[in-house]
């Protein structure tokens, strides 16, 4: 009995790791992009709202580097 | 970076064709969206948690190929196109295109 108890506890033990882990790891993406944009991004036509959080977002390019930066708008 | 699924830019000319450029990504949501999605799919309706995949992996993979084409000195990207598939719970995309030098006419 007090196997199948400690295989129980193990399992939810190591499903709570998980979904904690997960919680960490699967973040959305450009989440950390806010309403600041760096220096050196130029504002491009490109904007999308979010499908599931409906917030619009428009994005920055830099032409030095290729990177693209998604500014949150109101 | 002009990026267009169309062949020619109106105002624009190609001056130069750099070559194909792609951008893929494969991403997968955790357990816990997992779980969700799973719990979503028994009811119907919009699973936003694969949604939510999908939208991030469609916008890293177009990142991925406008840095590509910026390193091969491309200043547009004509012809770009999306192509998708899947893994078990991961989605894969891929976003490719010609990469071009373009001067305004």
Do not use: W
Not at chain 2, 5 to 32: C, D, M, Q, S, W
Not at chain 2, 68 to 86: E, L
Request: aromatic share 8%.
């Amino acid at each position: 009995m007090i196997y199948i108890i400690s295989y129980i506890v193990f399992q939810v033990l190591l499903l709570i790791i998980l979904l904690i882990i997960s919680k960490i790891k699967d973040k959305r993406l450009h989440q950390d992009h806010g309403e600041v944009v760096p220096p050196g991004f130029e504002p491009t036509n490109e904007v999308t709202i979010d499908p599931v959080t409906q917030e619009k977002r428009r994005v920055y390019f830099n032409p030095k580097t290729g990177d693209r930066y998604y500014k949150i708008e109101k | 970076m002009i990026v267009v699924t169309t062949e020619n830019i109106p105002g624009y000319r190609v001056v130069e064709v750099k070559g194909t450029t792609f951008g893929l990504i494969v991403r997968a949501r955790g357990i816990g969206g997992d779980i969700m999605a799973g719990l979503r799919s028994v009811v119907g309706g919009e699973i936003k948690e694969y949604t939510v995949l999908l939208e991030d992996a469609r916008k890293q993979a177009l990142d991925r190929m406008i840095k590509n084409a910026t390193a091969m000195g491309a200043n547009a990207v004509v012809m770009c196109r999306y192509d998708s598939g899947n893994m078990g719970n991961m989605g894969e995309v891929v976003a490719y295109g010609t990469a071009v030098v373009i001067e305004k006419v």
